[in-house]
């Protein structure tokens, strides 16, 4: 069992950075790899970003890659998510999730279907 506990959300302008964490309980976080969400009001819950289980693959939506990076420090059981240029349209609530599967591409972890974590989201709001 994973208990996945986001932070770091806020109300920012447009252009600027936040970086959200997600701290993870158990010994078992290096074992699944971590994703990134984000749900809008009245929109489906979308895939952000993934990571791989020691880090060293990342795979991005196309609406943030360049703005956005993915990492994870294993030893202290988080996940981050570094956003940079935000734009209205990043507000959401982001969610962390954590998937127990094993693909080698990194693409197989867009669908929510393959997490089996979630943690329960915080509020991002990008002012124009």
């Known amino acids: 069992q994973v208990q996945l506990v986001e932070s770091g959300g806020g109300l920012v302008q447009a252009g600027a950075s936040l970086r959200l964490s997600c701290a993870a309980s158990?010994?078992?976080?290096?074992?699944?790899?971590m994703g990134w969400f984000r749900q809008a009001p009245g929109k489906e819950r979308e895939f952000v970003a993934a990571?791989?289980?020691?880090?060293?693959?990342?795979y991005y939506a196309d609406s943030v890659k360049g703005r956005f990076t993915i990492s994870r420090d294993n030893a202290l059981n988080t996940v981050y998510l570094q956003m940079n240029s935000l734009k209205p349209e990043d507000t959401a609530v982001y969610y962390c999730?954590?998937?127990?599967?094993?693909?080698?591409?990194?693409?197989?972890?867009?669908?929510?279907?393959?997490?089996?974590?979630w943690g329960q989201g915080t509020q991002v709001t990008v002012s124009s």
């Open positions: 999730a954590a998937s127990t599967r094993t693909y080698i591409n990194m693409s197989y972890y867009v669908p929510t279907g393959v997490y089996d974590y």
């Open positions: 158990g010994r078992t976080f290096s074992s699944h790899v």
């Open positions: 990571i791989s289980r020691s880090g060293s693959s990342t």
